[in-house]
């Protein structure tokens, strides 16, 4: 009970500071383009995927041009992001498969999303999150961290971090978290020299 009683009041503590609206910070207005995004986002900024992404929407404007877009050019309009090589490679092969396979549409189940090129459980979790209002717990950096100085998990590995988190986290706060989360990892919680004497958690944490 002890366990319960401290995972509610930590959850109340970070709705009360951050608030309960789930925020998408990458700019899209639709599914694909919230994909796209996503993919680019791997070891990059958000900030730094808006800049790109505002042109890049402009030119590939539908799925159908992002398909056939030239290799070498799309990664020229994406070199400021990390890895762009790759990322532009699976930019791609990802649009040519949803509309190959898909019908031009992202689709909702874990499976099918993982089977396209640059996505996995991470990708795949936000895309469920946002788009589709599945419950979901997206594990990157932060919310890796954050979790096991909280105590919320032992593991190291992504996809067991985000098994123990449903176990711990009541659905309603799934996505939730991992937007508080990033927002503490950003600010106070950081991986080197984390602010503990300003943190608002610091007599629940680990």
Same mark, same amino acid.
């Given at each position: 009970?002890? =366990? *319960?009683?401290? $995972?509610? +009041?930590? #959850? %109340?503590?970070? @709705? ?6 789930? !925020? ?33 929407? =402009? *030119?590939?404007? $539908?799925? +159908?041009? #992002? %398909?056939?877009? @030239? ?6 309009? !994406? ?128």
């Amino acid at each position: 009970m002890a =366990v *319960k009683k401290r $995972t509610k +009041e930590i #959850l %109340a503590r970070l @709705d009360q500071a951050y608030g309960t609206d789930a !925020i998408c910070y990458l700019n899209h207005d639709s599914a694909w383009q919230l994909l796209v995004a996503v993919i680019l986002s791997a070891q990059c900024t958000d900030a730094r995927v808006n800049i790109v992404t505002k042109d890049l929407f =402009v *030119k590939y404007d $539908t799925l +159908e041009k #992002l %398909a056939a877009a @030239d290799y070498e050019e799309l990664k020229e309009d !994406i070199r400021s992001i990390g890895f762009y090589q790759n990322k532009a490679k699976n930019l791609i092969a990802c649009a040519k498969r949803l509309l190959e396979e898909f019908d031009g549409e992202v689709p909702s189940s874990i499976e099918d999303l993982t089977s396209l090129a640059g996505v996995g459980r991470k990708t795949a979790n936000v895309i469920r999150g946002n788009v589709y209002h599945e419950p979901s717990v997206v594990v990157d950096t932060h919310v890796k961290r954050i979790s096991k100085r909280l105590g919320f998990t032992e593991e190291e590995d992504p996809e067991k971090v985000e098994q123990d988190l449903m176990k711990v986290l009541p659905k309603d706060h799934w996505i939730l978290y991992n937007m508080q989360i990033i927002t503490l990892g950003r600010t106070i919680c950081t991986a080197r020299n984390p602010k503990c004497s300003e943190c608002f958690l610091a007599d629940l944490c680990r």
